[in-house]
């Protein structure tokens, strides 16, 4: 499995990472922003999440993973907020909108297992708005998660053709000393028909805990 937006990347040293799932599915995770770039079901080789078409332009991929800009590359992302402390250095002037390349496509260091991937970034911004800067350490522990209808029997009769992939991203956004300013972190992901977004909310302590809009479904064990 090798698409040309996976060969760009390789070709511009940001290869990705391959986790594969117990059930049969994939995991490509790029450490170069601590990004889930693609979820694939078994069998299948289109992926479920959206990737910038420009990584399939060799030409717009140099141009785009060359840039000292922010790197939009898709897939299943993190944010901060809010972004008028973070994404405009001229504030209050608005013009300039820029996120914080300190966070993606950052630094992130790797620790593997065979089912889990722990992405780490320690990072230092400057709030604009209060003119202070901030310490953070961003941490991201992608794995596997099962099917939550695999023990519903009468749920899926009918459906035994349809194939499942998922996984399960932890997130913790770890505030380092003491600044005044306030920050929070989201997770975002878009989907190749519909947008997805999961968000989390900064704790006093500076732990971030994440919360699915739509609710949690827990697996039977």
């Known amino acids: 499995m090798k698409n040309t937006w996976m060969q760009s990347l390789e070709d511009a040293g940001r290869p990705l990472l391959r986790q594969n799932q117990p059930d049969g599915g994939t995991l490509l995770i790029s450490p170069w922003g601590g990004r889930v770039l693609g979820l694939f079901v078994p069998g299948c080789e289109k992926n479920l999440l959206w990737v910038n078409p420009d990584l399939d332009d060799p030409l717009k991929a140099e141009k785009l993973l060359a840039s000292p800009l922010w790197p939009n590359l898709g897939g299943d992302r993190i944010w901060l907020a809010p972004e008028r402390d973070f994404f405009?250095?001229?504030?209050?002037?608005?013009?300039?909108?820029?996120?914080?390349?300190q966070i993606d496509p950052g630094q992130y260091s790797v620790d593997r297992t065979e089912t889990t991937t722990r992405l780490v970034n320690i990072a230092r911004l400057h709030s604009f708005r209060l003119g202070v800067s901030i310490s953070l350490k961003v941490t991201r522990v992608i794995s596997s998660a099962?099917?939550?209808?695999?023990?519903?029997?009468?749920?899926?009769?009918?459906?035994?053709?349809?194939?499942?992939?998922?996984?399960?991203?932890a997130t913790r956004l770890t505030l380092r000393?003491?600044?005044?300013?306030?920050?929070?972190g989201w997770a975002c992901g878009v989907s190749c028909n519909c947008p997805t977004t999961a968000?989390?909310?900064?704790?006093?302590?500076?732990?971030?805990?994440?919360?699915?809009?739509?609710?949690?479904l827990l697996p039977r064990t």
């Open 88 to 101: 405009y250095p001229g504030f209050p002037d608005l013009q300039r909108y820029e996120p914080p390349t």
């Open 146 to 169: 099962p099917n939550p209808l695999r023990h519903e029997k009468e749920l899926m009769r009918g459906l035994e053709d349809v194939r499942y992939a998922g996984y399960h991203a």
């Open 199 to 216: 968000r989390y909310c900064c704790q006093p302590t500076g732990i971030a805990a994440l919360e699915p809009i739509l609710g949690k």
């Open 177 to 184: 000393g003491q600044s005044g300013a306030a920050v929070q």
